[in-house]
């Protein structure tokens, strides 16, 4: 039997759903936007995708560089790059997917979650597919303390950038993009909530 996390690593289990629906395949050139250490890359390092990444925390790129030498030695230590999501040196229209795992809700203003988006989407091409995760308020609405703007205080303690479902549609629009999957939204026990939104990028 295969050792799956071998296989996978810690990979978002929404992320998986993706693959097992054939939106994601070999060959593709696929970019983390707020890699971290890498948890979501396993699978693709394997499999010979064209595998980019961006993060501001040096030592996450380390660590991502480092899987990166082991399981894919042929891609370049340069595929992975110390900057923040907002300010990417990926060229526009570059890559095939785009990945956006609990990053966006760091956001500490309306400001940088706006440029965090336009860049995510800027390197993506069209045709492209954009999956993202992020916190929001949905099904817990009176459930989130407001300190300022769109940065809530939720139950588990934690401060974070939220959206709704409203926002998530408007920004699709307004981005020129289309739902691949209606929002969908997990609850985790009535302290926060994850909202996975997976858009496609019109030619």
Known sequence: MPDLVVEFGQIDIYL???LLRGRIAAGMRLVDAGCGGGRN????????????GADADPAAIRSVRAI?????????ETNFRVEPVEQMTFPDAFADVVLSSAVLHFAKDDEQFAG???????????????????????????RVQRIDGRRFLLPD??????????????????LGGRLLDPLK???????????????????
């Open 116 to 142: 965090m988006v336009q860049e995510t989407w800027r390197v993506l091409k069209p045709g492209g597919l954009l999956f993202c995760r992020l916190a929001s308020n949905i099904g817990m609405e009176t």
């Open 68 to 76: 990166a030498k082991r399981l894919a030695p042929d891609l370049p």
């Open 16 to 18: 998986f759903d993706q």
């Open 41 to 52: 890359l396993i699978y693709f390092f394997r499999n010979g995708f064209d595998v980019f």
């Open 157 to 174: 303690g934690s401060e974070r950038y939220l959206v709704d479902q409203a926002m998530l549609l408007d920004l699709t629009r307004d």
């Open 185 to 203: 939204t997990t609850i985790v026990q009535d302290q926060r909530c994850m909202t996975t939104w997976v858009v496609g990028k019109n030619p």
